[in-house]
């Protein structure tokens, strides 16, 4: 029988055909696709031919396709809705993707044709988007070691086989914990809570079998859990495990792995010549060294800090008007701050979430990209890899762009977080290939036949989401490897951040802002109110985030700590860590630093971002129109469509004349009055 992973695909735009493909399918797939992407690539390297732009590097960029579109639909199914067999897949193809990468690298042959287009670049008379390819492909390989030989090119193809493997059981550990751990609700537990975290809590107990409601580790139902409960008890109990994930004991601990993932990380500098792990990773980074990560992270972490600790007092003396004796605590900060906000702001969350329904939100992140871009969207009956997704085809002038797929809500099957992929990435360079973007969220999923409502934070980040996914669908370059997404790390979020300002604009709001029952418009008071609040508690928040930043960048610009949880606590102690905030993401369960490379040493990367989206969307207000029509050309023309083609920094100084200084991140984070 015909694995229909491996045959042309005939549905609706070359979508993977979810409908005809089994799990047993992926791993003879991914085998014939490491097979023939071997054979593409031994077929370059023994080419009797001089090497040239086309034959090697072009050659290079097709030579796994096939293997790229297998691997798009597995992943999209592996995060998103996971099972034990998908689990086991992960597993596997974690050392055969490394061994197949480390394979390329290794072929000395091979990279001896790249190195010779290099040496000859000057003569051979390439566009500028394919010299910037070719000087990524020789730094790619000299990055992942085609320099090295004999015991230090092996000890290197262990290190990262081992680090594959230790960032798949990082994350299938974490989603374990986050999987079974359940808090029955009986009719006392449920004091304080609003209707919608009641709902959400039924919905959480019902997907658990548990005959009644239930506080899961999912962050849609925790945090509000935490916000509202009157019963510290169970906040307590709740946080404490919520922060616990991946350090619980047993075969899901993640502290081990942690520790042995730095060493094997600074391992892997040295051998390649580098100080440090953290020297290594931000050499191709805009930010460039870590003294200019530091830098930044502290000229945010004194004002955030202030900020944090008066907005402490406030709330431990209402802790203390409400009986209880002794300091704030980090499971009391939530419950207290949304008081305060409520008596400062007159805001009820559940006043609020009725405005902000998930559809109408959809809605407005499709309708900015209209009048910004020029953008439809049209919904489309696809096969899709679970029930819950939506998906739409993306058009400009009646000229097809995209397929955009949206997967919303909360299920034990997915990991936590929210996340952008593309299952297709967009490039020219064997006809046009147009983009399949996902975008992926993890909001609560609503009782049946209700609306599915979102709290402001959740609004933000569907904007978010969604700015990514458009710098995928309008990506504008031949080249796969540069195209979308495939820039700097500290230059990737800068797309998602600046669409979330969007949301900000009263006009957005006061039209799809409509109540889920009576379908009026939020009132302008509160709208009003709503954006007033916007940078409350941005203290808190900034924080917890940076603190995060510190703790990956101390792992990483030194030698690695035998033990990372001492590193980590007297990283916060160095810093002056408030007592009742503790970091985002803990060691354990810090899966944007552990479960692979992407953001190792990169955490920073959304602060750094942040300076420019801030600078970024403070050019539309200066024009006065947040939909300007030339700003929003150049917008796309310089930082949406290019991808990688161009240096980062090049590419904000053409859109913005200029790189911008930490003051606009300062004043749109409301710091700007506590910065020394």
Not at 94 to 115: C, D, K, M
Not at 441 to 466: I, M, Q, V, W
Not at 587 to 603: E, I, K, L, Q
Request: net charge negative; charged share 25%; glycine share 6%.
């Amino acid at each position: 029988m015909t694995n229909p992973l491996l045959t042309d695909w005939t549905t609706a735009f070359g979508l993977p055909p979810f409908t005809d493909i089994s799990d047993d399918d992926f791993a003879p797939a991914v085998d014939a696709a490491l097979e023939t992407a071997r054979a593409n690539i031994t077929k370059i390297a023994k080419s009797a031919e001089t090497a040239t732009f086309d034959n090697t590097v072009v050659a290079l960029e097709l030579a796994d396709a096939q293997l790229g579109r297998v691997l798009g639909a597995f992943y999209a199914l592996a995060g998103a809705d996971s099972n034990t067999a998908r689990e086991g897949l992960q597993r596997d193809f974690a050392p055969q993707l490394s061994a197949y990468g480390s394979w390329i690298t290794a072929n000395t042959v091979l990279f001896e044709r790249v190195e010779d287009l290099w040496t000859r670049r000057d003569d051979l008379e390439l566009t500028d988007e394919q010299a910037r390819v070719l000087m990524l492909t020789r730094r790619g390989f000299v990055r992942a070691g085609a320099l090295l030989s004999g015991a230090q090119a092996d000890r290197l193809r262990e290190v990262k086989l081992r680090l594959s493997v230790l960032g798949t059981a990082f994350i299938q550990n974490l989603l374990a914990d986050e999987r079974e751990w359940v808090m029955a609700l009986d009719k006392d537990g449920l004091a304080g809570l609003p209707d919608f975290v009641v709902a959400t809590a039924n919905s959480a107990g019902e997907e658990k079998y548990a005959g009644g409601p239930v506080v899961t580790l999912s962050r849609s139902l925790i945090v509000p859990f935490l916000q509202f409960s009157d019963r510290r008890d169970l906040r307590h109990q709740a946080y404490e495990a919520w922060v616990a994930r991946g350090a619980n004991g047993g075969k899901t601990d993640n502290r081990e792995i942690a520790a042995e993932t730095l060493a094997l990380r600074y391992e892997r500098a040295q051998l390649l010549g580098y100080e440090t792990f953290a020297d290594y990773k931000l050499e191709t980074e805009m930010a460039g060294d870590p003294a200019a990560v530091r830098k930044l992270l502290m000229d945010v972490w004194t004002p955030a800090k202030s900020a944090a600790e008066a907005d402490a007092k406030h709330l431990e003396r209402m802790l203390h008007a409400d009986g209880w004796d002794g300091p704030l605590e980090p499971w009391d900060w939530r419950y207290y701050s949304a008081k305060r906000r409520q008596e400062l702001h007159d805001l009820d969350e559940a006043e609020l979430k009725p405005y902000l329904q998930l559809d109408r939100m959809i809605e407005a992140s499709f309708a900015c990209a209209h009048r910004l871009f020029g953008l439809e969207f049209a919904p489309i009956d696809a096969p899709a890899y679970h029930a819950d997704v939506r998906q739409w085809e993306v058009t400009r002038k009646g000229e097809h762009i995209a397929v955009f797929i949206g997967d919303y809500f909360a299920r034990g099957s997915k990991r936590s977080g929210a996340w952008c992929s593309a299952m297709r990435s967009q490039s020219r360079v064997d006809g046009e290939v147009c983009p399949h973007v996902v975008n992926v969220c993890n909001f609560a999923k609503p009782p049946e036949g209700s609306p599915a409502l979102l709290s402001y934070d959740d609004a933000r980040t569907l904007f978010h989401e969604f700015g990514h996914a458009l710098h995928q669908m309008l990506s504008d370059v031949t080249y796969e490897s540069i195209s979308g997404t495939s820039v700097a790390r500290d230059f990737v979020e800068l797309p998602s951040q600046l669409y979330e300002h969007w949301l900000e604009v009263p006009e957005v709001l006061a039209e799809f802002a409509t109540h889920a029952e009576t379908g009026k418009p939020m009132p302008t008071d509160m709208l009003e109110r709503m954006l007033g609040a916007a940078t409350y508690d941005m203290g808190f928040s900034t924080v917890e985030y940076v603190a995060s930043a510190l703790v990956d960048l101390g792992f990483h610009e030194g030698t690695p700590p035998a033990d990372p949880m001492q590193k980590q606590a007297e990283i916060l102690e160095e810093i002056g860590m408030p007592h009742a905030i503790r970091m985002r993401h803990a060691t354990p369960n810090f899966a944007h630093v552990f479960a692979g490379d992407g953001y190792s040493c990169g955490y920073y990367s959304y602060m750094w971002s942040e300076v420019m989206d801030a600078d970024a969307f403070a050019a539309f207000e200066e024009i006065g129109d947040p939909f300007d029509p030339a700003l929003a050309k150049r917008l796309e023309d310089t930082v949406l469509s290019s991808g990688g083609s161009v240096d980062a920094a090049e590419l904000y100084t053409q859109f913005r004349g200029r790189l911008p200084g930490v003051e606009a991140l300062l004043k749109g984070r409301g710091l700007a009055e506590t910065a020394v």
